[in-house]
């Protein structure tokens, strides 16, 4: 089982940045899909971003496109997530998750086998 730990959450005004970083442990990182997820409070956990193990493919809820990206380090086992011009209605608990490459299909949290213990982002207005 990969242990996922993230940081990088904070309290920050809309407009600023905030980056998330995700260190997993365990030597199957780089034959990883990492994906981050969030959930706001009274709402359904969504996915926000992917990226593949060899960071060519990625992908983007559309509320976050532009605005938001995700990288990774396969030398440093470490998955970021970049958000950029933040808005209020980016508040939630961010979670980082992980699954197998060879596992394709929607990126559902329900797909999703190792997760973290999330981290809170607020945006205050």
């Known amino acids: 089982q990969v242990q996922l730990v993230e940081s990088g959450g904070g309290l920050v005004q809309a407009?600023?940045?905030?980056?998330?970083?995700c260190v997993a442990s365990g030597s199957t990182f780089n034959t990883s899909?990492?994906?981050?997820?969030?959930?706001?409070?009274?709402?359904?956990?969504?996915?926000?971003a992917t990226i593949s193990w060899s960071s060519v493919s990625t992908y983007y809820a559309?509320?976050?496109?532009?605005?938001?990206?995700i990288s990774r380090d396969n030398a440093k086992n470490t998955v970021?997530?970049?958000?950029n011009s933040l808005k209020p209605e980016?508040?939630?608990?961010?979670?980082?998750?992980?699954r197998p490459a060879y596992r394709s299909g929607t990126y559902t949290a329900d797909t999703f086998r190792s997760w973290?213990?999330?981290t809170q982002v607020t945006v205050s207005s």
């Open 62 to 69: 559309d509320s976050v496109k532009g605005r938001f990206t």
């Open 33 to 48: 899909t990492m994906a981050w997820f969030r959930q706001g409070p009274g709402k359904e956990r969504e996915t926000v």
């Open 116 to 118: 973290g213990q999330g």
């Open 15 to 21: 407009g600023e940045s905030l980056k998330l970083s």
């Open 80 to 83: 970021y997530l970049q958000m």
């Open 90 to 98: 980016d508040t939630a608990v961010y979670f980082c998750a992980s």
